[in-house]
């Protein structure tokens, strides 16, 4: 079975640093897009930000300059670096992929279980 394992979350001060990984384990043909996205209290789950196959990023812009995705195909896993870390950044983290199983059929999305991201002031 396909699964996305998260690791990285935990408690911080404001300021301070956090790297979130999410390695993809199980029999799969290719991963096309990476993703994480947050879940507030109170709020509906958001984009934090995306890599394609390609390299290709996007950021939300509430976190441009601050965080930043990469990829390690090999490993299948995408990291989340996160820096100048603010109290709003505080939410469960999900990782997503988009994937295929088999080669000519359609894309699959997988979400992670989440992990906890907590900034203090």
């Known amino acids: 079975q396909v699964q996305l394992v998260e690791s990285g979350g935990g408690l911080v001060q404001a300021g301070g640093s956090l790297g979130l990984s999410c390695a993809v384990s199980?029999?799969?043909?290719?991963?096309?897009?990476m993703g994480w996205y947050r879940q507030a209290p109170g709020k509906q789950r958001e984009l934090v930000a995306t890599?394609?196959?390609?390299?290709?990023?996007n950021y939300a812009d509430s976190v441009k300059g601050r965080f930043t995705i990469s990829r390690d195909n090999a490993k299948n896993t995408v990291y989340l670096q996160m820096n100048s870390l603010k109290p709003e950044d505080t939410a469960v983290y999900y990782c997503?992929?988009?994937?295929?199983?088999?080669?000519?059929?359609?894309?699959?999305?997988?979400w992670g279980q989440g992990t906890q991201v907590t900034v203090s002031s």
């Open positions: 199980g029999s799969i043909f290719s991963i096309n897009i």
């Open positions: 890599i394609t196959s390609a390299l290709t990023t």
């Open positions: 997503k992929a988009k994937l295929r199983l088999k080669e000519w059929t359609t894309l699959n999305i997988y």
